[in-house]
C-alpha cells in the first residue's frame, strides 16, 4: 500500500512542477488604472508635471518604466501633441519624487517646460486706457492714460484630455503579465490632484460693509505639537487682480516659493479692482490704486490679526512680508503702517515708498525713518520697463546711508535675455523669478526675527 502511495506522488509530482513553472501567460488589464494628473505651480504658471497611474497588484520592476509610457495631449479633441517623459518608476506617494518603493501605482514625470503642459487660458482683460494722476519731468501733477490689463485663468476642465498609452509589458508581483493598454484621463477637478496648491484654503475678510471685502487663501502646515510657525504674507502685482482668488496663486510662486524651505503658515490676498471704491478720492478719502489705499492696507492687517488669533502656532517674531511689483509698493506701505511688527520683507521690482497713482518722488528719511531698522532686501532690474528701477535705488539709499538701516540690502540683476539670471520669463521685470528659487534669499530671511 505505502508503494502505491509512493508510485501516485511520482505520478502527479510533474503536474505540480508545470502548475508553479507554466508558461507565462499575457493578461488584459481589469483595472480601470485609475489615472490622476498631477499638477504644480511654476514660474510660468500651473503645470501638469506628472501622471500616477494605478495597477490591480504591486509591480514586480520599480523603476527605469518610462521607454513603456507614450502620453499624448488632447484638447477640444484635436491632438496637442505628446508629453514628454523625463521618468517612470513606482510610488506609494507621489509627492515623494525620485524615490522609487514598492507599489501598484506608476508615477511618471513629465517635463513642465513642454508647452503643452498647462491647465488653462488666460483672457486678457481691462484693455480699455484709464486714468491716472502722474508727474510730468518738470514734477508738476498731470493726469495720464495708462493701460492696467489683468489676465484671468480659465481652466480647460474636460476639454483637456491626456491619453496614456502604455506600449509594452508589465509584470506584476503577482506573477501576471499585463498587455499594452491605454487609459484615458481628463482634467476635471476630480481627475486632477494640485500638490500644495489645494492646501491653501478660501476665505474672505471684510470692514463694516458686507461688499468691502478682501479674498485670500490661508495655507496651514502641518502642526507638531510645541512647535511655533513663521507667517509669511505675499502681495501679487497688478496682473493677478480679481475676484477668482485663485490668479495669484498661479502666475508666480510667490505664494509658495516658502514652502521649499520652511514649513509656514502662508497668506495671500487678492484684490478686485485698481481702484478702491471704499477708498475713494473723489469722495474725500485719500484713494490711491492697488495695495496703495488706507482700506485694502486695514483689510490686510486684519486679516493677519485674525489668522494670529485663531492660530496660535504662529511665531509673531517671524512675519514676513513678500511682495512683487505693486505688492512690494504695498508691502512698503504695510511696513510702514506697522513699523514694529514685521521680522523682515522682501521687495521685488517695486516703486519708490509713498508712491499715490503714479505721483512718486515722496520717499524721504522722515518718511522711512520708523523702519530703519527693519530687515529688507530690494530686488530690481536696471532694464525695468514697468517699474522704473531708480524707486528701489532711492528706498535703499535712504534707508542704508541716510537712517544707517544695517539690516538693508539691494540686488540690481541685468537682464538682456530670457534665461538671464533665472529668469524664466522673457521681462526684465520678472525679478520674483530668481528671488522664488533662491535658497540664499530665504536663507536670509528665515533668520531674522522681530526685536521685541
Known sequence: MKASYQILFFLFLPLLAYSELAPDKIYQSTHPNNAKLITEVTETGQKITGITLQYEDELLLGKNLSNLYQVEVKLDNKSLGYRNILDAYTQKDFRLKNKPEIGNTVFLVLDPRDTISGTYELET???????FLAKDKAGSIITKQIV??????HFYGDRLRYTIEQKGLIKLSNGKTISPNITEVTAESKNVENIILDKFQPKKVYIDNPNNYLNYRLYSPNIMKGKKYPLVIFLHGSGQIGNDNIAHLLSSRGAISILDYSSS????????????????KNKGQKGGIHWQTHNRRNLILKMIDETIQQNPDIDKNRIYLIGLSRGAEGAMYLLLDRPNFFAAALLMSGREAGTVEYIDGKATASLLSPIKDIPIWFFHSKEDKVSPVEGSRKNFMILKYKLHNKNVRYTEFTFLNSGDNGFINNNAHNTWDA????????DWLLQQKRSE
Request: cysteine-free; glycine content about 0%; overall charge negative.
Open 125 to 131: 482683460v481691462n484693455k480699455e486706457p484709464m486714468t
Open 148 to 153: 492696467q490689463s489683468n489676465k484671468i485663468p
Open 265 to 280: 503658515f502662508v497668506l495671500a490676498p487678492q484684490y478686485q479692482s485698481v481702484f478702491d471704491p471704499f477708498d475713494d
Open 435 to 442: 528671488v522664488f528659487n533662491s535658497p540664499v534669499v530665504y
